[in-house]
């Protein structure tokens, strides 16, 4: 066999993560939140994914609690490494299907998508509880 087709089939076959409970491109695998299931007791769920037309209050409720609580901290920590690669930090949101932040802007413009994702949670759960209330009325 040549060396080029050595070399090719090396870049074919993928390099192995790190570990199997983290997901390289962000977040944490299934097979992480299950250790995290055995170790804390805790029921971690993946990441909302969903386009914010698609989304159920719940997952509204999910993804902008988690975004404001990630991003909308007073110091962040940093987003990228020495080598100027994303930290496990800014990885994160793309687990969330956010795009990847490379400054404190990027990250704070997620942040307020989290928080204006709350205000619509907030206003869906008045409409509810208005709602149950006239039904009961009308009872």
Same mark, same amino acid.
């Given at each position: %066999?040549?060396?080029?087709? !050595?070399?090719?089939?090396?870049?074919? !076959?993928?390099?192995?993560?790190?570990?199997?409970?983290?997901?390289?491109?962000? *977040?944490?695998?299934?097979?992480?939140?299950?250790?995290?299931?055995?170790?804390? *007791?805790?029921?971690?769920?993946?990441? !909302?994914?969903?386009?914010?037309?698609? %989304?159920? &209050?719940?997952? %509204?409720?999910?993804?902008?609690?988690?975004?404001?609580?990630?991003?909308?901290?007073?110091?962040? &920590?940093?987003? !990228?490494?020495? #080598?100027?690669? &994303?930290?496990?930090?800014?990885?994160?949101?793309?687990?969330?299907?956010?795009?990847?932040? #490379?400054?404190?802007?990027?990250?704070?413009?997620?942040?307020?998508? *989290?928080?204006?994702?709350?205000?619509?949670?907030?206003?869906?759960?008045?409409?509810?509880?208005?709602? #149950?209330?006239?039904? #009961?009325?009308?009872?």
């Amino acid at each position: %066999m040549s060396a080029t087709a !050595v070399m090719h089939r090396a870049a074919a !076959v993928p390099k192995k993560a790190k570990s199997p409970t983290h997901d390289p491109q962000g *977040g944490l695998t299934a097979a992480g939140r299950a250790a995290f299931r055995r170790s804390d *007791g805790a029921h971690l769920k993946p990441g !909302v994914r969903r386009a914010e037309a698609e %989304m159920t &209050p719940e997952d %509204m409720r999910r993804k902008g609690s988690w975004a404001a609580r990630f991003y909308g901290r007073a110091t962040l &920590p940093p987003l !990228v490494d020495a #080598k100027g690669q &994303p930290t496990r930090f800014a990885l994160s949101a793309h687990a969330w299907g956010e795009p990847v932040p #490379k400054t404190e802007a990027a990250a704070r413009r997620i942040a307020a998508k *989290g928080r204006k994702l709350l205000e619509r949670y907030r206003r869906w759960k008045e409409r509810e509880a208005t709602a #149950k209330t006239a039904r #009961k009325a009308r009872r």
